[in-house]
């Protein structure tokens, strides 16, 4: 009995071998077997096993749904041989059978690195521009960040100014191009290259580089000026006396840094950009602007955020001064003039008794008032303040109001137009006293018209081409020399600005650290616009510059 089961067992095994015709199942017999051999030679190198397992896969199993990664490997162990374009076609053929997104970027991948191997460096950046990096893994990404890089370094400057790019590749071709400007000695491009890549790509610095820009080693003052929309017309005249201020700077310091403008436009678009790529960028020294106070409260916490000394040098809202040791605003001082011109009446003058016209105006009241407290804290005598409704040229019942105290001293808070018709009256009227005013008399008017009626008159000098103030005539002249129009007071006001700045180094190698400590000490500055201060800082009473009327010129007064 068992040597029958033996015998039967033994004929069924033969009957096996027989029916089946063949041996064990070899891997090059099943597409999960030759992936694997193929797969295998190309990690270990041998190319030529790479390819001749990649092909048979090809060969045995064209619908199988690895066939596109297959000729992937086809174009990679072909690309290894040297063999561009039979490997060219078989990554085309990948692209058009990828089942999906990875594939088809790791398609693109290969035909730009055959294209970078065989010199086609235009056709390999344009389909690393096609592809999405995302589609990648992290090794493939790499590669391909290290080829578009390798790539735009052979690419022409048209080609990179000519459109910008799109996509993962825009970082690549603008670090290129501040390279590029950076070589070339072009400092002003690359700088301005360098921060709209910290505005895009706030990282791409730290973890790409940021080249040396040789000749800006001092460093630059931003503009932030609405040179478009709204505003545009005020914030040239501002630009202008901030360029005559670094023009003669330069000529003065072989150190000075230069400037570089930004437009906020008219409406403040884009100042949070502007000063968010400025605060990083150690190339930048200082900030001059924004013009109004509601952009300059937009820029300030940006700018006290990033240790960036700002100034705006139009804005008068007091809310900057509470943002911090970075953040100031130019205030051209007016509010003590009237205070300066009653020291002056009361202890040079000798003036005693005092009288007051002014018009009701807020601005000419505050004078008024500041005037008579000071008059009256150093033992001067108020005898008389009379007021009259703007537009009024008939002052006959103010005069007569004041006549009989007799005064030795007569006080105008008004403008040089209501100054020539009051002071005709106070000498037709038999008021013999001397005349006191403020700055609104600083105009070319009062002579042409005032004539003898205004002689002796003591007024502060204001911003104007006539002022006799020695910083406002100087730079008077050297503004109509360079633009050969009359300043007015918004480019006094950039130019002062501008040299506040400058004298933080005269010399010295800029910095912020060194301006910030500047602009903390800065008290009182006499500049084209007068006296002028950063902030709140109050001015002494005394020093506020005044000039008199002589023999039908301004004087100043020592």
């Not at 039967?8 to 029916?19: A, R, W």
């Not at 008389?384 to 103010?398: F, I, N, P």
Request: hydrophobic share 40%; proline share 4%; charged share 20%.
């Amino acid at each position: 009995m068992k040597r029958c089961t033996l015998f039967i067992l033994t004929m069924i095994s033969l009957l096996l071998l027989v029916f089946t015709g063949c041996g064990p199942v070899k891997d090059e017999d099943t597409p999960e077997g030759l992936t694997a051999l193929a797969d295998n030679a190309l990690d270990s190198g041998n190319v030529s096993d790479a390819f001749r397992y990649y092909s048979m896969a090809v060969e045995k199993f064209p619908d199988d749904a690895r066939y596109a990664s297959w000729q992937l490997g086809i174009g990679e162990s072909l690309l290894a041989l040297g063999r561009l374009e039979e490997a060219f076609v078989a990554s085309m053929e990948a692209f058009r059978n990828a089942p999906d997104a990875h594939t088809k970027a790791s398609a693109l991948l290969l035909s730009a690195n055959i294209g970078f191997q065989g010199g086609s460096y235009l056709s390999a950046v344009e389909n690393l521009v096609r592809m999405d990096q995302e589609n990648l893994d992290s090794e493939e990404s790499d590669k391909a960040v290290q080829l578009i890089r390798s790539l735009l370094t052979r690419m022409d400057m048209d080609y990179l100014t000519a459109e910008p790019a799109e996509g993962w590749t825009e970082v690549f071709f603008l670090l290129e191009l501040e390279q590029r400007y950076a070589a070339e000695g072009d400092a002003e491009k690359a700088v301005m290259v360098g921060m709209e890549i910290d505005r895009l790509f706030p990282d791409a610095h730290q973890r790409y580089g940021r080249p040396e820009i040789q000749t800006m080693e001092g460093g630059f003052i931003a503009l932030v000026l609405p040179l478009s929309g709204e505003g545009s017309a005020y914030a040239e005249k501002v630009l202008t006396g901030v360029e005559l201020a670094f023009e003669r700077s330069a000529d003065l310091y072989r150190n000075s840094p230069g400037f570089m403008v930004f437009d906020c436009s008219g409406d403040g678009a884009g100042i949070a950009e502007i000063m968010n790529s400025l605060g990083p960028n150690p190339l930048c020294l200082g900030v001059i602007g924004p013009l109004t106070s509601r952009n300059a409260e937009l820029a300030a916490p940006i700018a006290q955020s990033w240790s960036l000394p700002m100034i705006t040098p139009t804005a008068t809202s007091s809310n900057l001064d509470s943002y911090g040791n970075y953040v100031y605003r130019l205030v051209v001082s007016r509010g003590d003039e009237a205070a300066a011109v009653a020291e002056y009446a009361v202890r040079r003058a000798g003036c005693m008794k005092i009288a007051i016209i002014h018009e009701f105006t807020s601005e000419s009241v505050s004078s008024a008032e500041q005037f008579s407290t000071v008059v009256m804290e150093l033992g001067g005598e108020i005898v008389g303040m009379e007021g009259y409704e703007t537009g009024a040229t008939d002052y006959r019942d103010q005069i007569n109001a004041i006549k009989y105290s007799y005064p030795n001293g007569v006080f105008l808070p008004v403008t040089a137009w209501d100054a020539i018709q009051l002071a005709p009256q106070l000498r037709f009227y038999r008021v013999e006293a001397q005349l006191f005013g403020t700055s609104g008399w600083d105009d070319e008017i009062l002579l042409e018209q005032g004539g003898e009626y205004v002689e002796d008159a003591v007024f502060p000098v204001s911003f104007g081409s006539g002022s006799m103030n020695p910083a406002t005539a100087r730079f008077s002249y050297f503004y109509q020399r360079r633009y050969d129009v009359q300043p007015n007071i918004l480019a006094a006001q950039g130019y002062d600005t501008a040299e506040i700045i400058l004298s933080a180094w005269e010399g010295s190698t800029p910095s912020r650290s060194s301006l910030e400590a500047h602009l903390e000490d800065t008290d009182v500055y006499f500049g084209a616009t007068g006296m002028c201060t950063l902030g709140n800082v109050s001015i002494p009473r005394s020093a506020y510059p005044l000039v008199r009327v002589t023999d039908g010129e301004i004087v100043s007064i020592d």
